[in-house]
């Protein structure tokens, strides 16, 4: 299992690598960079100077066509560069690092972040580790209550309908996990919002952030009150959408592993149903769900919460990669993105540990990876 790991570990760093070069190139081409973010604020907060400056004398026409004639090729690149003079651009260009090849940038920031060096964030006053370790508990709390109430529902469920399988109840509890697969969770937010948070029927949730105001006078017992007063929704439009695919993975499996012949021959034996579908069943057929775990926890904390935290306000990891992709903040864009996926990857090498964990039979050293 040693050797597995130590496999699996090492193909972490092209694969890593395979990921940062693809997301660096569509990033680098797409328009409506950092320079040109900054070009558009200074535009606009040009405009009153501009005109003063129009005021001073005849002097003015005279600078101004010096200058358009000297804007060359470098303030041309950008969208809404034309007329400003290329020492500014240039200027800009050396703040945002742009001033060098893209190769070399590329790796430079490799070089970084394989010391865990994210730099600063372009638009924000703060480093872009502090920012990620300030909004991470948001998205941590989301996913964790999220995971841990999917699984509460799903497995019991998925049980309920393998051992009660083709009957009335498996048919319309069918028909709700339909409707919780097909509606997506920022949907289903919304619906919720509206409904429950005063949007146009009852009042009884608040409709954004996840403390209240006086968050730092409040009791330990009023914390924790007002703590899931605000995440009751969020977590519910993220449960919607994550129990149904469990649930019928749970079912599936219960349903393959009762017409095995073990268990007919536990039945055999004079066992009572309940010995044969927890003594017997449960361990083989939940491997699969309980050693996904991790990969699943992966995709609700970093893929489901995006929208949901948009949706309702709540300051966390998706929101913060949000905003920096609509910003083009680089360093932010490309530090969540690494982050992201090198938990990713380790996680889903922790979902193939636990299942040798689980069931020890399965042995990843006798194949081929």
Do not use: C
């Given at each position: ?25 569509v ?12 070009i ?56 945002f690092?742009f001033?060098?090849?893209l ?16 730099g600063e ?11 990620v ?20 529902i ?18 319309w509890?069918?028909?709700g ?10 949907l ?6 509206i ?6 029927y ?20 009023q ?16 449960v ?27 039945r ?13 069943v ?72 636990m299942y040798?964990?689980i ?9 081929n990876?």
């Open positions: 299992m040693f050797a597995y790991i130590l496999r699996r570990l090492l193909l972490i760093i092209p694969t890593l690598l395979g990921i940062m070069i693809i997301n660096f190139a990033m680098q081409f797409a328009p409506g960079g950092p320079v040109e973010q900054l558009a604020e200074m535009r606009g907060n040009a405009t009153d100077s501009t005109a003063a400056f129009s005021g001073q004398g005849g002097d003015t026409q005279g600078t101004s066509s010096q200058s358009s004639s000297q804007t060359g090729s470098d303030s041309t690149k950008y969208r809404g560069a034309q007329g400003l003079d290329p020492e500014i651009i240039a200027d800009i260009e050396r703040q690092g001033d060098k090849p190769h070399e940038r590329f790796l430079t920031m490799v070089w970084n972040y394989a010391r865990f060096d994210f964030s372009y638009f924000r006053d703060q480093s872009v580790v502090d920012l370790l300030d909004k991470m508990p948001v998205s941590i709390s989301l996913g964790l209550w999220t995971t841990l109430l999917v699984y509460l799903s497995i019991p469920l998925g049980i309920r309908k393998a051992v009660k399988d083709g009957s009335r109840f498996d048919v509890s069918s028909a996990i339909v409707f919780g697969y097909a509606i997506p969770g920022f289903f937010a919304i619906l919720l919002i409904v429950f948070a005063g949007g146009r009852l009042d009884w949730f608040p409709l954004r952030g996840l403390t209240s105001n006086g968050w730092d006078e409040m009791s330990a017992g914390r924790i009150v007002d703590y899931f007063w605000h995440i009751t929704l969020p977590v519910l439009a993220m919607i959408s994550g129990f149904a695919s469990l649930t019928m993975l749970t079912k599936n499996s219960f349903l393959d592993q009762i017409n095995m012949l073990y268990v007919q021959t536990a055999a034996k004079g066992l009572s149903e309940r010995q044969v579908l927890y003594g017997h449960f361990r083989n057929a939940m491997l699969i769900v309980i050693a996904g775990f991790p990969s699943a926890f992966i995709s609700i904390l970093f893929t489901g919460s995006i929208l949901i935290e948009v949706v309702f306000s709540l300051d966390g990891l998706g929101l913060l990669g949000w905003e920096a992709t609509i910003n083009r903040d680089y360093p932010v864009v490309f530090a969540t993105l690494y982050f992201f996926t090198l938990l990713g990857l380790v996680l889903q090498l922790v979902g193939d540990v040798h964990v069931d020890p039979r399965i042995d990843f050293e006798s194949r990876f």
